[in-house]
């Protein structure tokens, strides 16, 4: 009989590698040590800085669809070191193709406080402009975006083929997706493609033990991580509440990647503390104890704790970055109480550019469902 109990957190984490133990203590990594012998105590502020903004964003996200404001909202608190972690690898002209959850890898590429929320709020089809960010717009398909990525990474393989001399060709696409998405499909012919064609792409695998509410342990009896080799893609398995541990195998993968040595797949292994979307009870599938043991190893403490230990971090800078945190909630409540909705039938006006009949019949339909409403005048 196959067991799919939710596995505890230090069974979760067996096998990963990590450079910052719970109590921000710094330990030898070999694998990965020579991957951030030269990162400096500014670089490691400049990750907790942006942990803690993601973690801001996303807290005033879940207060304000609870108020009624946006109309739903995926949680990623306890991911921030996973995303904060890679992210800070990248460079601005690599391309992302995030899910949903991936609110810290937005804070990273650069995104405005409007970007965190038109989507959810439902005022605008996308997010933002792509290109602004070189960051696709969060995909809510499960998997599909590993598709789009390792499509995006051969187009840069043929490019490089007509670019002009002394052009830059070593641009690199990264995938994020979590572990339920690992089962799907997509993802399958996702890793095969890439392989094949050596494709400079990453798959960013934030394993943060659920899929709703199916644990990963049901998803999987082996590690995720383990399931690269089947495909010739060689993996790292790492402690995604360690952010250094996450930026140093991504910077393992993203050298490969730009020195022609094909994808690479990163699990990181971490907790969803929220519930899957505003819309889930995760009470109802998953035990308090769980929860708190994976508290126990927020990766903003442990970043913290690494910084103040080696003196680095003083109680002057931690305030600091609670107020410009702060800040940043506050606008983003500002943001989006300013936002002047638009009409509801406005969805159907940028759909095609030309006018199609199943769009206007559609259209139709929705008008007439509309002005059954008390307040019709109001659409
Ligand atoms: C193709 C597809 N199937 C099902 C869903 C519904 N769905 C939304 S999120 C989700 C679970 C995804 O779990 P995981 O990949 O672990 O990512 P997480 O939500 O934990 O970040 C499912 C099944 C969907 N959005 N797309
Ligand atoms: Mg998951």
Avoid at 72 to 88: F, N, S, Y
Avoid at 324 to 341: K, P, Q, S, W
Wanted: negative net charge; aromatic residues 8%; proline residues 6%.
């Amino acid at each position: 009989m196959l067991s799919s109990r939710p596995s505890t957190a230090e069974s979760a984490l067996v096998g990963t590698l990590h450079m910052i133990s719970p109590d921000g203590e710094r330990q030898p990594c070999a694998p990965l040590d020579r991957w951030v012998a030269d990162v400096t105590p500014e670089q490691l502020r400049a990750m907790h800085r942006d942990m803690v903004a993601a973690r801001r964003i996303d807290r005033e996200g879940v207060a304000l669809q609870r108020q009624g404001e946006l109309g739903l909202w995926a949680p990623a608190e306890g991911q921030e070191g996973v995303q904060i972690g890679t992210a800070h690898a990248l460079r601005p002209d690599d391309f992302v193709f995030p899910s949903y959850r991936e609110h810290g890898v937005l804070v990273v590429r650069g995104a405005k406080l409007i970007d965190f929320i038109s989507m959810w709020r439902a005022e605008e089809l996308s997010s933002y402009n792509p290109y602004d960010l070189n960051t696709a717009n969060p995909q809510i398909i499960i998997g599909a975006q590993t598709l789009h990525a390792v499509g995006y990474a051969m187009g840069i393989q043929r490019d490089a083929l007509t670019a002009p001399v002394g052009a830059r060709t070593d641009q690199v696409s990264v995938a994020y997706f979590g572990d339920g998405a690992s089962s799907q499909g997509d993802v399958h012919e996702a890793m095969v493609f890439a392989a094949s064609f050596g494709a400079p792409v990453v798959f960013v695998c934030s394993n943060n033990q659920w899929a709703i509410s199916e644990p990963v342990t049901v998803q999987s009896h082996t590690p995720i991580a383990d399931r690269a080799a089947g495909y010739g893609i060689p993996s790292r398995r790492v402690d995604g509440n360690d952010a250094l541990a996450c930026f140093g195998a991504m910077r393992e993968a993203l050298h490969r990647a730009r020195a022609g040595g094909g994808p690479s797949f990163i699990e990181a292994v971490t907790y969803r503390m929220g519930p899957h979307t505003t819309s889930d009870d995760p009470t109802r599938y998953r035990a308090k104890e769980e929860v708190d043991a994976w508290r126990r190893r927020d990766p903003i403490a442990r970043l913290e704790a690494h910084l103040r230990g080696m003196g680095e971090f003083s109680d002057a800078q931690a305030a600091a970055v609670e107020s410009f945190a702060d800040r940043l909630g506050a606008e983003l409540r500002a943001t989006c109480l300013a936002y002047a909705t638009k009409p509801a039938l406005e969805i159907f006006d940028h759909v095609y550019e030309q006018p199609h009949s199943g769009i206007a019949r559609e259209r139709e339909e929705y008008r007439a469902y509309l002005a059954g409403f008390d307040d019709a005048e109001a659409q």
